[in-house]
């Protein structure tokens, strides 16, 4: 069964950072799509960043330039770092990771950016 445990998150002022960690009960070497994705209330859960097994990312226009994904194989641990937040950052951040067919998501952490 694969499990997911993210961590890291936390209260942070505008502008500081925070970095996210993901550790797979699985080795992740072989995993080609692996992404965080974070839910705002009331709004859906929108794509943050993906990382593909050669180390392509990917980054929604919103976090562009302020926000690294990465991924650690002999960790099997991937990794959200999130610098100049901003309060619309605030949600509950998920981490997933893709075997085809299925997806795979953790618990989520919370993530609060105050103004």
């Known amino acids: 069964q694969v499990q997911l445990v993210e961590s890291g998150g936390g209260l942070v002022q505008a502008g500081g950072s925070l970095r996210l960690s993901c550790a797979a009960s699985?080795?992740?070497?072989?995993?080609?799509?692996m992404g965080w994705y974070r839910q705002a209330p009331g709004k859906q859960r929108e794509l943050v960043a993906t990382?593909?097994?050669?180390?392509?990312?990917n980054y929604a226009d919103s976090v562009k330039g302020r926000f690294t994904i990465s991924r650690d194989n002999a960790k099997n641990t991937m990794y959200l770092q999130m610098n100049s937040l901003k309060p619309e950052d605030t949600a509950v951040y998920y981490c997933?990771?893709?075997?085809?067919?299925?997806?795979?998501w953790g618990q989520g952490t919370q993530v609060t950016v105050s103004s």
């Open positions: 997933n990771l893709r075997i085809v067919p299925s997806d795979y």
């Open positions: 699985v080795r992740i070497f072989s995993i080609n799509a």
């Open positions: 990382i593909i097994s050669g180390g392509v990312t």
